[in-house]
C-alpha cells in the first residue's frame, strides 16, 4: 500500500481499453475502427469517418443520408449565444472564445446533464458535430468585426465552413473545390488520434459524469497548448522568425542545442517515431494547394524549405524527428487564407468527433470508474504547525 507505478507523461500506461483507434508508431499505422487513415483521406469524406468513428462501421447509404440530415439540423446556435460571443474583447484569442463558448452550450441544452441517458447522449454528440463549424467561424468573424453568417445547410460541412469564415453580404463566396478538399481532409486527418492529451482530458472530465459540452470545453483547453493542437500555430510562428531561407542553417543548429529550449515546431511526435501518416498525406495536398492557388508566399518557401533540410539532417534522422501533420495543416491553411489564430480552432473543430466517439464509448464501458490517479508525495513529512504567531 502506498506504493504505485510511476509513469511521469503516461509513456508506458494504458489507461483505458477502446475499439476507436489504432496507432503503430514504429510502422507509421493508424487505423480507424480498422481502415488506414490513408484509404480514408483517399476514398471517404469527413462526415463519413465522424459517422464511422462514432458508430463503428461505416454507414449503408439511407444510414448516411440520414445522418446528415441530422447534422445539418443541429448547425444553428441559440440566438442568445451571439451576446457570449459579444461579451469577448474583440482582440481575444479565438482558443479563449471557444473554451468559453462551447462550456456554455451546456447552459442551453439541459437535457445533455443526464449523460446516464443514451438518447441524451446521442442528442449531445449531435449538437456538438454540427455546431463547432457554426462556432468556430463565428469567433472569427467576431474576431474582424464581420457579421456573423449562418449556416447553409445545401453546402457539404467543409463548403459550408469555409462559407462562414469567408462569406461577406456584399459578395457571394464559391469555394475553390482543391480548397473544400483540402479542409475536408484536414477534418479527416485530425478527426481521432487514440488518447491523446486532450482526448485522456475529456475522458478524465467526463468520468465524474460531467456534461458533455464541459467535457470537450476541457479538451479544447488542453488542444490549446503549443506541445499539442497549438504546434501548428507555433509553427507558423517559427516560419515567420526564421524570415527566409538562408536563415535556416542557424535555427536548425538552434534546436540541436541541449542548452537552447527552441526546438523546431511541427517536428516530431510522440507516438510516430516513423513518417506520421497523417503528414504524408497531409504533405500531398499542401503541394496540390500550393500549385492550385499559385500563391507567392516567402514564408512558403521557407517551409519547403525547411521541410528538406530537416529531412536531410542528421540531428532529425537519428531522433527520428519527421515533419508532423501540423506542419503541413499549417502550410495549407494559410495559403488558403485562414489566419494564424484560427490553427488549433481548426483542430478543435475537427477532433470534437474523436473527443466525443471516446466519451460515448467511455461512458457505455462496464464498470466504468471515475479516473483518479495517484502520486508519488515528495513534499514535507507531517510537522507541528507552530502556536507562536507569524514571524
Ligand atoms: N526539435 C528539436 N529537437 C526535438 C524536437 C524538435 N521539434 N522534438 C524532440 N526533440 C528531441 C528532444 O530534444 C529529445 O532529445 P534528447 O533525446 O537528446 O533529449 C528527443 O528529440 C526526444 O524528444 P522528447 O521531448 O523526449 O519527445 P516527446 O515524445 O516527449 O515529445 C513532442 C514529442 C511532439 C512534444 C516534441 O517532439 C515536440 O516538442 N515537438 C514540437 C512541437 C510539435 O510539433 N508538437 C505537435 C505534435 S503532433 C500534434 C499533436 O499530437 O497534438
Redesign the pocket.
Known amino acids: 500500500k502506498g506504493y504505485f507505478t510511476f509513469d511521469p507523461?503516461f509513456?508506458s500506461t494504458a489507461s483505458c481499453e477502446s475499439q476507436i483507434t489504432f496507432i503503430d508508431g514504429d510502422k507509421g499505422l493508424l487505423l480507424h475502427r480498422g481502415y488506414p487513415i490513408e484509404q480514408l483521406a483517399e476514398q471517404s469524406e469527413y462526415l463519413e469517418v465522424c459517422y464511422l468513428l462514432l458508430f463503428g462501421e461505416r454507414p449503408t447509404e439511407e444510414q448516411y443520408s440520414q445522418f446528415k440530415l441530422i447534422v445539418t439540423r443541429h448547425t444553428m446556435l441559440h440566438e442568445q449565444l451571439i451576446h457570449f460571443f459579444q461579451g469577448f474583447r474583440r482582440d481575444s484569442h479565438p482558443m479563449a472564445i471557444m473554451v468559453g463558448v462551447v462550456g456554455a452550450l451546456s447552459a442551453f441544452y439541459h437535457d445533455s446533464l443526464d449523460v446516464t441517458n443514451e438518447r441524451h447522449r446521442e442528442i449531445a454528440a449531435y449538437r456538438l458535430l454540427s455546431k463547432m463549424p457554426t462556432l468556430a467561424a463565428m469567433s472569427y468573424k467576431y474576431s474582424i468585426g464581420q457579421p456573423f453568417v449562418y449556416p447553409r445547410n445545401d453546402l457539404s460541412y467543409a463548403g459550408n465552413f469555409l462559407n462562414m469564415m469567408f462569406s461577406v453580404p456584399t459578395e457571394d463566396y464559391v469555394p475553390n473545390p482543391v480548397v473544400e478538399k483540402a479542409m475536408d481532409r484536414i477534418f479527416i486527418l485530425h478527426a481521432d488520434?487514440e488518447q491523446?492529451?486532450?482526448t485522456s482530458t475529456v475522458r478524465l472530465a467526463g468520468s465524474s459524469a460531467s456534461n458533455p459540452f464541459a467535457c470537450i470545453a476541457a479538451g479544447i483547453a488542453c488542444?490549446w497548448g503549443?506541445?499539442?493542437?497549438?504546434?501548428?500555430e507555433?509553427?507558423l510562428a517559427m516560419l515567420e522568425e526564421i524570415g527566409s531561407v538562408d536563415r535556416i542553417p542557424e535555427f536548425i543548429e538552434r534546436?540541436?542545442d541541449?542548452d537552447d529550449p527552441?526546438?523546431?515546431?511541427?517536428?516530431?511526435?510522440?507516438?510516430y517515431k516513423n513518417y506520421?501518416p497523417r503528414a504524408k498525406v497531409m504533405r500531398e495536398t499542401c503541394h496540390d494547394v500550393l500549385e492550385e492557388l499559385k500563391i507567392d508566399d516567402p514564408l512558403l518557401d521557407v517551409a519547403m524549405a525547411l521541410e528538406h533540410i530537416a529531412l536531410t539532417d542528421e540531428?532529425?534522422i537519428e531522433?527520428?524527428?519527421y515533419p508532423?501533420?501540423?506542419?503541413y495543416s499549417g502550410i495549407v491553411m494559410r495559403a488558403i487564407g485562414i489566419p494564424t489564430t484560427m490553427f488549433t480552432v481548426m483542430?478543435a473543430l475537427a477532433r470534437t468527433v474523436g473527443w466525443i466517439a471516446h466519451w460515448i464509448e467511455m461512458l457505455q464501458t462496464p464498470g466504468q470508474r471515475i479516473g483518479r490517479p495517484r502520486q508519488l508525495y515528495t513534499g514535507e513529512s507531517m510537522r507541528d504547525f507552530p502556536k507562536k504567531p507569524r514571524e
Open positions: 507523461g509513456l488520434h491523446n492529451a486532450s488542444l503549443p506541445a499539442h493542437g497549438g504546434a501548428n507555433a509553427c534546436a540541436k541541449k527552441f526546438r523546431l515546431m511541427g517536428f516530431g511526435h510522440r507516438v506520421d540531428y532529425f531522433k527520428k524527428l508532423n501533420v501540423d506542419f483542430f
